[in-house]
């Protein structure tokens, strides 16, 4: 899979810019804030349909500019074959266009590029709070699986339905009645999400021990493991469990009118030599453990979908050693690469491959 050009307009901080790429290595480097990160943003955004910096597409409007739209357009070539992607926003909302086709629905977007973004922010997997993990499993299985993008849309309008019963003033019985036909609802959906996390967390387990063992030199072994309730989960019963968890705290949820049970409240739990990563990891720890988890996310979408995905990298290397920057290079020789920096000389340092270099400055595109 590779990307060939990127046009955007009124995007972020571009009026109108076009950048083309290699097969290769892509360097794009400038000073912090000239809008380097924005063009990885636009790129992944066509695989995950969602930026992963904000959730409201008005914000990523170029503000600079009276106009109230912008326009992400990305050719790339997919098993041999030339396609486009358009993402546009105005003021009647999203439309995503795959090869001059309107999609009716936002899932029939996924799978048709893949990309896998690192970031600083990765460290937030493992240190940040559980929302941060479930977002970052849940993004990752809708990139490879489009069914699973549409239960969870199902089990989100369900929380939500509940969410409005147990705070509206109505009747207690009624609510009562109306919850326990919704708890039934959810449990049935949301022991599919369960479901689904729970076998691509199992194949991640595997493959993300290798691998940190790997980077580690053999000193860390690193767990993943879904937790569910608080209590670690398999994949034994999961429909039954929900539904025993849901009727227990029945009385708490109307009590305090909120959702506690679900894969909303759900988390993974991150070892590292058994020690919970979150609580005891150092820094490097944890920053090898984040580095282990998106290398093991490229292994599993190649696998599941038969190609190599772009591998995005926003400004990861130059915190890493000579000697881990090429083991991740090394790692993906045969992908295209994508890398932002602010110091191009201190990236790559005896790389005999080709590279191209993108210079960025206030939004404009010089190669």
Known sequence: MIVKSLTLTNFRNYVQQTVE???GINIIHGKNGQGKTNILESIFMCSAAKSPRTSNFKEMVNMDTNDDFFVISMDYSFRDMDSNIKIKYDNRGKTFIYNDI????????????????FTPEDLYIIKGGPECRRRFLDMFICQVDKGYFYLL???????????SCLKADADSSEKETYIHVLNDYMADIGSKVIDKRLSV????????????K????????????????GKKIDDHNVKETMNQKLDESLEKELLRKVCL?????DDIEIRINEKDARTFGSQGQI????????????DIMEKKCGEKPVVLLDDVLSELDIGRQ???VEKFQKNQIIITCTDKEKILENNNGSIRYIFVQKGKIIV
């Open 201 to 212: 967390l199992r194949e991640m387990k595997e493959k993300t021990y290798a691998i940190h």
């Open 326 to 328: 090429r083991a991740i």
């Open 102 to 117: 309107v999609l009716d629905k936002v899932g029939e977007l996924m799978t048709r590029f893949l990309s896998i973004l």
């Open 153 to 163: 849309q199902k089990y989100n309008r369900l929380l939500k339905q509940k969410s």
């Open 21 to 23: 790429f290699d097969n």
């Open 214 to 229: 790997n980077i580690s030199n053999g000193l860390e072994e690193i767990d993943l493991n879904y937790v569910f309730s």
């Open 261 to 265: 049970v679900g894969p909303h409240r």
């Open 287 to 298: 920053r090898t453990a984040a580095l282990s988890l998106k290398l093991c996310q490229a």
